[in-house]
């Protein structure tokens, strides 16, 4: 496995340590910021979730016929396994029955982003990146599509992730800690991410967003919206206001789902169990 030379502006970089490091920081981001969200959305300050307006346009309460998404974006995506597919619809059809209100990500749109180019820009604006992408003689979209496969990487311990907006399911990258393992045994999905940052940049695709120190350390699969508050909505003299009770039932449910996921999916003496 010949390694990409890394320019400096790779924020990616800055985080490749050895694999075990960079699993407990994929580890710890995860765990404060559930402990973060968590807080808030069992605190008495917490009023509503964050409907997502667009769902709502598009297939939910408000929906509006020929109605179109205006956000135009361009990103880097991997499609997860069938394997995890089939843990994802596991999860869904609990959350379901929990909310029937929530919007579930439909199976052929579920995906991770392994690197977001541009956000929330005009179509005339994606599809310039995109020509200068397509027409770049140095690196390819066959080339970006074909290093995941010659560089594969494993994401493990799969835990579902709740915010005001919806639900994930969140990864961490895999660990060998073997001083005789090959150099490609010490791959991790960070290191892909720094990789095809640096293949979208030899195409000389610029990249509008800006990574946080903190959004590097990140692997999720969005799996479900809040679209509407049915299912958490108490009804009081002025009308309607969320009730805390059914809000914190439900973050109790979740961490019962994750108590199964970990039991049943999570790596045990290095096996790492299919799905997880």
Not at 92 to 112: A, R
Request: charged share 25%; net charge negative; with cysteine.
């Amino acid at each position: 496995m010949t390694p990409l030379p890394v320019s400096e502006n790779n924020p990616f970089q800055s985080l490749i340590r050895r694999p075990a490091i960079i699993q407990s920081e994929y580890e710890e981001y995860r765990e404060d910021r559930k402990e973060r969200q968590t807080d808030h959305i069992v605190s008495g300050s917490f009023h509503r979730w964050s409907l997502d307006k667009i769902l709502m346009q598009l297939n939910g309460p408000k929906e509006e016929y020929r109605f179109l998404d205006p956000r135009n974006c361009l990103c880097i995506w991997a499609r997860p396994s069938s394997q995890v597919h089939d843990l994802i619809t596991f999860v869904q059809e609990k959350l379901k029955d929990l909310v029937p209100s929530l919007w579930l990500m439909p199976p052929d749109c579920l995906h991770m982003t392994v690197l977001e180019i541009a956000y929330a820009q005009s179509e005339w604006q994606i599809e310039e990146l995109v020509r200068t992408l397509q027409s770049s003689k140095d690196v390819t979209p066959s080339d970006i599509a074909a290093y995941p496969r010659s560089h594969p990487v494993r994401l493990v311990k799969p835990m579902l992730s709740l915010d005001t907006a919806g639900l994930s399911l969140t990864f961490v990258p895999a660990v060998i800690e073997d001083e005789y393992a090959s150099p490609s045994e010490h791959y991790t999905y960070h290191h892909l991410r720094r990789d095809i940052f640096e293949l979208v940049q030899q195409a000389k695709v610029p990249l509008g967003t800006r990574y946080r120190a903190r959004d590097l350390t990140s692997a999720y699969v969005t799996i479900a919206r809040f679209i509407s508050h049915d299912g958490f909505s108490a009804k009081v003299y002025e009308g309607e206001m969320i009730d805390h009770r059914r809000v914190r039932s439900f973050v109790e449910e979740i961490d019962l789902i994750n108590m199964e996921l970990e039991n049943k999916y999570w790596p045990r003496k290095g096996e790492i169990k299919e799905g997880g």
